[in-house]
């Protein structure tokens, strides 16, 4: 079992930036594919960027060059610094996890698709004004 929580999202001027962090629960974390997705009003769930066990890392092309995906397998923590924020990047974000995630040292990351992910936590909003 993961439990995730994100936290970090808020309000910010476009250009601006926001880190977002997703606490994980448990010894799991470091057996855990991670993955960031966003869901604004009225659209589909988006698959914005994910990080697997090997830190290998994937971005929607919407945001590659201004976000960046990491993980603190220390502390539990997976991470996504957003910059350059534009104002279509406002929507509520969520951590997602596929647990277990079975990889070797040569896979490729599993595919940015929420299906795929099978614990997800509760959001955090990010807002971004022009």
């Known amino acids: 079992q993961v439990q995730l929580v994100e936290s970090g999202g808020g309000s910010v001027q476009a250009g601006g930036s926001l880190r977002l962090s997703c606490a994980a629960s448990g010894s799991t974390y470091r057996s855990a594919c991670m993955g960031w997705f966003r869901q604004a009003p009225g659209q589909e769930r988006e698959g914005v960027a994910n990080i697997d066990r090997n830190y290998k890392t994937t971005y929607a092309g919407s945001v590659k060059g201004r976000f960046t995906i990491s993980r603190d397998n220390a502390k539990n923590t997976l991470f996504l610094q957003m910059n350059s924020l534009k104002p279509e990047d406002p929507a509520m974000y969520y951590c997602?996890?596929?647990?277990?995630?079975?990889?070797?040292?040569?896979?490729?990351?599993?595919?940015?698709?929420?299906?795929?992910?099978?614990?997800w936590g509760q959001g955090t909003q990010v807002t971004v004004s022009s």
């Open positions: 997602a996890a596929i647990y277990p995630c079975f990889q070797n040292w040569y896979s490729t990351p599993p595919p940015l698709i929420g299906g795929k992910y099978n614990y």
